[in-house]
């Protein structure tokens, strides 16, 4: 796996934190472009949010990722933004729509079918790739955690959220004091 693309998929792998929730599955119509701008999304779309969310990340435009993420999880994406040492410039093209829609109540997971590819700034440091950074799924119905997004409604708008871990048992190998 390329330097490149694994970045891509650390990336994806944010917003991308899915699992499966209940049944209730129609498919999402919304297609994707590189860019979308996150006030032209139809935020009671949950396919619509899922894909430019994954779009605006893949092209590490956080602060246009972070509008369409669950409020609550804002800080842990403020975090791995500032950590983050992605290249300016970096642009996500290919085109995605939804694909199922697993939705039960106010949450769910929405699959993401389409190929997405990373485009780096010319001058990038490294070297040249030869074949494009690219993902692609054709399966509406996939459960890849590339491919899955985890939506959240809150207030009749949808967001992108991920199940936040939680530790049980945890130990510490802290020194005595």
């Not at 209940?22 to 979308?36: F, H, I």
């Not at 106010?106 to 990038?124: E, F, K, N, Q, Y």
């Not at 074949?131 to 054709?138: G, K, M, V």
């Given at each position: 796996?390329?330097?490149?693309?694994?970045?891509?998929?650390?990336?994806l792998c944010l917003g991308l934190l899915g699992g499966c929730?209940?049944?209730?599955?129609?498919?999402?119509?919304?297609?994707?472009?590189?860019?979308?701008?996150?006030?032209?999304?139809?935020?009671?779309?949950?396919?619509?949010?899922?894909?430019?969310?994954?779009?605006?990340?893949?092209?590490?435009?956080?602060?246009?990722?972070?509008?369409?993420?669950?409020?609550?999880?804002?800080?842990?994406?403020?975090?791995?933004?500032?950590?983050?040492?992605?290249?300016?410039?970096?642009?996500?093209?290919?085109?995605?729509?939804?694909?199922?829609?697993?939705?039960?109540?106010?949450?769910?997971?929405?699959?993401?079918?389409?190929?997405?590819?990373?485009?780096?700034?010319?001058?990038?440091?490294?070297?040249?790739?030869?074949?494009?950074?690219?993902?692609?799924?054709?399966?509406?119905?996939?459960?890849?955690?590339?491919?899955?997004?985890?939506?959240?409604?809150?207030?009749?708008?949808?967001?992108?959220?991920?199940?936040?871990?939680?530790?049980?048992?945890?130990?510490?190998?802290?020194?005595?004091?």
């Amino acid at each position: 796996m390329t330097r490149r693309l694994a970045a891509l998929a650390g990336a994806l792998c944010l917003g991308l934190l899915g699992g499966c929730a209940s049944t209730g599955a129609a498919p999402a119509g919304s297609v994707g472009t590189a860019g979308p701008s996150v006030t032209s999304v139809d935020r009671s779309d949950a396919g619509s949010v899922a894909v430019a969310f994954t779009l605006a990340m893949a092209s590490q435009d956080y602060a246009a990722a972070s509008v369409l993420l669950d409020p609550d999880k804002r800080g842990v994406l403020a975090a791995l933004a500032q950590g983050s040492q992605g290249q300016p410039g970096t642009q996500a093209t290919g085109t995605l729509r939804g694909g199922r829609q697993r939705i039960t109540g106010d949450s769910g997971t929405v699959a993401l079918v389409g190929r997405l590819c990373r485009i780096m700034p010319v001058g990038a440091p490294g070297p040249v790739p030869t074949t494009p950074d690219c993902i692609e799924n054709a399966d509406p119905d996939t459960e890849s955690p590339l491919f899955t997004v985890r939506v959240v409604r809150l207030s009749g708008q949808w967001y992108v959220t991920f199940v936040t871990p939680s530790v049980s048992g945890a130990t510490s190998n802290h020194p005595p004091t």
